[in-house]
């Protein structure tokens, strides 16, 4: 386990009663899949494909922004109007078509969850991923049913980095955001995480873009969820 050291001793990490857990890039490895649908999208617009290196560090704000990013071939910038209406309904009928199968759990996480489980901790889901994919992931890879709640993309108004997907999973299982504690990998887990008032902690290996997550300064980076029992 890595955790993060502040002046004067380690962080402690205050026993949850709530942990709510990221999908991609904590989860769930999924880059395989959006990978393939960014480069067939590219393809059909007669254009040439990415590579999943570059889709990785793409990934992580709704597949919406993943194809905007795609379209510019960069993670800032915005494409025609036109351009996007076009391919964005090309990426999201393979992406329906793809959305679990060359994406993976990652290791630790079972027993991550079985550990969460059997400690009596609730549980619940908060990804920026639409619905429409998210439980089908979840289900085609046998953790849809871990989670008390599972608060997709499009499930508010609002999404991560905003608090609000996370306050709503607190107020579901009646837990205040003191006693609760986000697992993610991103700068907007983190966010989300210190607007609402809990604890954040991260794992090593998600996709923060490109960045180290320590520089974001989580609670705690760990490098599995395998790890959860001496940290929590």
């Known amino acids: 386990m890595t955790a993060l050291d502040p002046p004067g001793g380690r962080m402690t990490i205050r026993k949850p ?3 709510l857990i ?7 490895d999924s880059v395989p899949d959006l990978a393939y649908c960014v480069d067939e999208m590219m393809r059909r617009l007669g254009r040439p494909p990415h590579g ?19 379209l510019v071939g960069q993670l800032d910038g915005e494409p025609g109007d036109e351009e996007f209406a076009r391919a964005y309904p090309i990426f999201l009928e393979l992406y329906a078509d793809n959305t679990s199968k060359r994406s993976c759990v990652y290791p630790g996480v079972r027993e991550g969850l079985d550990y969460m489980a059997s400690r009596g901790y ?10 429409q994919f998210t439980v089908p992931l979840l289900k085609d890879l046998g953790l849809h049913d871990r989670f008390g709640i599972i608060v997709a993309g499009d499930t508010l ?10 306050l709503h999973a607190a107020q579901h299982f009646g837990v205040a955001p003191g006693d609760a504690m986000m697992l993610g990998d991103s700068k907007s887990d ?3 995480a210190r607007a609402a008032g809990f604890q954040i902690v991260c794992m090593s290996y998600g996709y923060n873009h490109g960045e180290d997550i320590r520089d974001y300064a989580p609670d705690a980076v760990i ?9 929590i």
């Open 17 to 19: 009663k709530m942990v």
């Open 22 to 28: 990221d999908v991609d890039g904590t989860l769930v």
């Open 52 to 70: 999943e290196d570059k889709v990785r560090i793409w990934v992580g704000n709704g597949v919406e922004r993943l194809v905007r990013r795609a």
């Open 122 to 131: 609730a549980l619940g889901c908060v990804t920026n991923k639409a619905a």
């Open 157 to 166: 108004p609002v999404k991560k980095p905003d608090p609000g997907p996370l």
């Open 190 to 192: 983190v966010t989300a």
């Open 223 to 231: 490098d599995s969820m395998a790890e959860l029992p001496a940290l």
